[in-house]
């Protein structure tokens, strides 16, 4: 009896724990950031498989199309979702500050991250991507990303090799690379430490470029 009754007083209290847990996350605002990973994620799936030349052709056939205007016509539809999350998503900050884990569980709290990643505006939100990440309200891997490109869009090196770009060197040839590496002999150290599970070379790999150090030097800006 007591052993019964034990087991039924800690069930008691686990489901009241769980029910305390979920009282405290937001489950509209959860589900409109769910939304919002959706419609970020709407077009570049798409975008990323026209890569494939047989992939090109039925994604014009089916969107009806013609080839040479379907990645502007694409980017075009995906850049006024885009603009449309933003709006929101300015507002979410104004409302509640970073929408974080503890707010909107997880994977909705990357949902922010998305949208100020792919927008204009990292330079005015990177400061509170950055607290969010102290905080462990977001991955802080996603903070570090959003630290390179801020760099990269600065002309600067980046930090953690996240960012593959292609463009023309100084020596004259266009080459796809991962931009040049503020201490490049021990990137995968801080990769390891900001939460990444693959090196550079292997996330070069992934993004279809043999990785090799590029100096800033190098680079024509």
Excluded at 56 to 74: C, G, T
Excluded at 82 to 104: A, M, T, W
Excluded at 149 to 163: D, H, M, P, S
């Amino acid at each position: 009896m007591k052993l019964l009754f034990s087991h039924l007083l800690l069930l008691t209290l686990l489901n009241t724990h769980t029910a305390f847990s979920q009282a405290r996350i937001n489950i509209t605002l959860k589900r409109q950031l769910d939304s919002v990973m959706i419609l970020d994620q709407q077009y570049r799936g798409i975008l990323t498989e026209m890569s494939d030349p047989l992939k090109r052709d039925s994604i014009s056939r089916a969107l009806s199309i013609p080839q040479k205007e379907l990645e502007s016509r694409i980017w075009k539809l995906q850049s006024e979702i885009d603009s449309s999350n933003l709006i929101f998503i300015e507002h979410v900050f104004r409302q509640y500050g970073y929408p974080g884990k503890s707010l909107v569980g997880s994977p909705s709290n990357e949902s922010a991250w998305y949208v100020i990643q792919h927008s204009d505006k990292i330079e005015k939100y990177i400061d509170l991507i950055y607290e969010a990440g102290q905080k462990k309200e977001l991955p802080f891997r996603l903070v570090a990303m959003m630290e390179d490109r801020y760099l990269v869009n600065q002309g600067k090196e980046q930090v953690y090799g996240t960012q593959v770009t292609c463009r023309l060197l100084k020596n004259g040839k266009n080459e796809c690379f991962v931009w040049p590496i503020k201490d490049a002999e021990k990137v995968n150290e801080r990769r390891k430490k900001a939460g990444f599970d693959q090196t550079v070379e292997q996330n070069a790999k992934r993004l279809g470029v043999i990785y090799r150090v590029v100096k800033l030097s190098e680079v024509k800006l």
